[in-house]
């Protein structure tokens, strides 16, 4: 079978939600972004509100959430629900689509799943052994489990938060611009639209863009050459949740709490360790998704894309 350079495979799926009837999908790709921006705003701005109050409520009952690095980080986690929630919304209300139009696919769902979670841990793995062997990071030995319940609900956490940007970014996002468009055009529009969400973070610039849009690009290829968007979800969430509470490093800027590991970064080189935005923002990181692009275009494209039914609105 030949590798699908193209993207053609997924070119009738596409057909398929545009043939929909009622679908109200935006032609103009311009009016697909300006939504997405301001789903995105609305989804900052809600999630800030619930956080303040619950830092409100927090306070009353004598903690304080920002003292605690992982209590404030798990809240942050479970607080991606009000994303998932929202781009449900947006999917069946604005564009009138069921939600398996999103890859949301019920056939094979541990296979992508577990296989997803395998290639996220061994992604980071990979990032974490170039970076040690560079001199980047180094290996402070393995920590005491204190609060076990904690690690779980932080685990719990990012398997929630992977899920909301996977489905908001290539669930939604790319769906949506793929429909009336060409489908490198919806790979590259959200992929860039993730990396500029992360624009806030500490430590943001040029180099953690351009891995950011990498791995962007190698979760839309995931999910068209698998025609599931489990994958990719797992996938995204094991390579944060290694990355902070396994490795012990910080999460596109963000810093772990509890770990299984710990390394320390080094201040040089920075090319290599990332910097303040961490090793996300190194040379690693680029090599491995580099690799992982490569392999996810020239791979022989073996399944038949998005055979489900669309007709049915269930997940």
Avoid at 56 to 81: K, M, P, R
Avoid at 240 to 259: E, K, L
Avoid at 282 to 296: D, E, K, P, Q, R
Wanted: proline share 3%.
């Amino acid at each position: 079978m030949k590798s699908d350079l193209k993207l053609q495979a997924p070119k009738p799926y596409f057909e398929r939600i545009r043939n929909l009837q009622g679908v109200r999908v935006p032609k103009n790709i311009f009016l697909v972004l300006l939504l997405f921006w301001v789903y995105i705003f609305c989804t900052i701005y809600l999630e800030q509100i619930i956080y303040f109050v619950i830092s409100i409520a927090a306070q009353i009952c004598g903690y304080n959430i920002a003292e605690n690095i992982d209590l404030e980080l798990s809240v942050e986690l479970f607080l991606t629900l009000v994303s998932i929630a929202l781009t449900l919304v947006c999917c069946k209300f604005i564009d009138n689509r069921p939600f398996r139009t999103m890859y949301l696919t019920r056939g094979k769902f541990l296979r992508h799943y577990l296989t997803g979670a395998l290639l996220g841990f061994a992604m980071m793995s990979a990032v974490i052994l170039l970076a040690w062997c560079g001199g980047a990071i180094q290996f402070e030995g393995m920590q005491p489990l204190r609060h076990p319940f904690m690690m779980l609900l932080m685990f719990a956490g990012w398997l929630i938060q992977g899920f909301s940007e996977e489905l908001s970014f290539r669930g939604w996002l790319m769906t949506s611009a793929g429909t009336h468009h060409s489908v490198w055009l919806a790979v590259a529009a959200n992929s860039i639209c993730f990396a500029l969400v992360h624009a806030s973070n500490d430590g943001f610039a040029v180099f953690p863009a351009v891995n950011l849009v990498l791995f962007g690009l190698t979760a839309s290829l995931l999910v068209l050459r698998t025609g599931s968007l489990w994958g990719a979800a797992a996938l995204h969430s094991l390579w944060n949740w290694a990355q902070g509470n396994f490795f012990g490093m910080q999460v596109s800027g963000i810093p772990s709490g509890s770990t299984v590991l710990r390394f320390t970064q080094m201040q040089k080189p920075e090319w290599l360790g990332g910097g303040e935005f961490g090793l996300e923002g190194g040379a690693g990181t680029t090599v491995v998704l580099l690799a992982a692009v490569a392999i996810l275009l020239l791979m022989p494209q073996r399944t038949e894309h998005g055979t489900e039914d669309m007709t049915n609105g269930t997940v």
